[in-house]
């Protein structure tokens, strides 16, 4: 398996919106859930022990910890490089702490013109980012940095390369985005921000945009009870992702193995 630095590099591409990094660091720390991108729990961990009074020795002691408890695959010297980068970089922005994106009612009437579900979705996604990315740097104009594919995996949107190319040509023939005038630049930018209107509806976590656009079409989409992630239940019983339960299920089997062991 990959080792710390290595998911650090893999994970730097592919990480998931929080938007309440404080509230996601407590319930980590509560639950004990490292999740798929353990370099991105661990850097929302730093920053809240960080903004929490913490020097950065006992941010890389807490860390170690935190990984020695719930992570199958931890071992101290493969994570020993990784953490101490993590820990460097505590401070270098404050915790981001909002409780809500809120989208207006014109932004709405707007994504909803467009008539087609898929689109639907993926601008409705697209708007979300551009209003994450205003949180994190407000001097942000709109643009969207993240890659197509990521962002067609968040709007639940099956496309091929041509498919996502089509759909979002679509959206700028409609006005609703631009893109970068650099050639090898795929940076997008949302043109129909209205902030005036009033709201119609606010999203409290950004990681699946898209199934939260398919809870205001009425579809039945609940929350993981460990880590409050949207998901789309296969069964009625259904509470946790698959994510969750697969940790769970683990942390369960070594438990048994410790018991038998020790």
């Known amino acids: 398996g990959l080792v710390g630095s290595e998911m650090c590099i893999r994970d730097r591409g592919t990480m998931e919106l929080i938007l309440n990094e404080h509230a996601f660091a ?16 661990l850097g929302c961990i730093s920053r809240y022990l960080c903004y929490e009074g913490y020097e950065k020795p006992q941010i890389e002691e807490t860390l170690h910890r935190f990984m020695r408890e719930n992570y199958a695959n931890y071992h101290a010297v493969q994570w020993s490089a990784a953490i101490e980068h993590i820990s460097s970089r505590a401070d270098r922005r404050p915790l981001l702490q909002a409780n809500q994106i809120e989208i207006t009612q014109e932004e709405l009437a707007s994504i909803r013109a467009l008539a ?3 689109l639907e979705r993926l601008c409705f996604t697209l708007l979300c980012l551009a209003k994450y990315a205003q949180l994190i740097n407000p001097a942000n104009d709109g643009w969207v ?3 197509w594919s990521a962002i067609f995996r968040m709007a639940h949107v099956q496309a091929g390369k041509e ?14 985005i631009a893109f970068s005038r650099g050639v090898d630049n795929l940076h997008i930018h949302v043109l129909f921000f209205r902030p005036a209107s009033q709201t119609a509806c606010a999203l409290d976590d950004l990681r699946e945009p898209g199934l939260f656009y398919l809870s205001l079409q009425g579809e039945r989409i609940i929350r993981c009870a460990c880590c409050g992630k949207l998901l789309k239940p296969k069964t009625n019983n259904q509470k946790y992702c ?18 038998a062991t020790f």
Do not use: F, W
């Not at 498919?163 to 609703?176: F, S």
């Open 26 to 41: 407590q319930q980590a720390i509560a639950c004990g859930t490292v999740g798929k991108k353990p370099a991105q729990t």
């Open 116 to 118: 087609s579900q898929p």
């Open 145 to 147: 940095t993240q890659k």
């Open 163 to 176: 498919r996502q190319a089509a759909m979002l040509h679509t959206l700028r023939e409609k006005g609703l």
């Open 242 to 259: 698959p994510d969750c339960r697969a940790e769970m299920n683990l942390k369960k089997t070594l438990a048994r193995y410790h018991a």
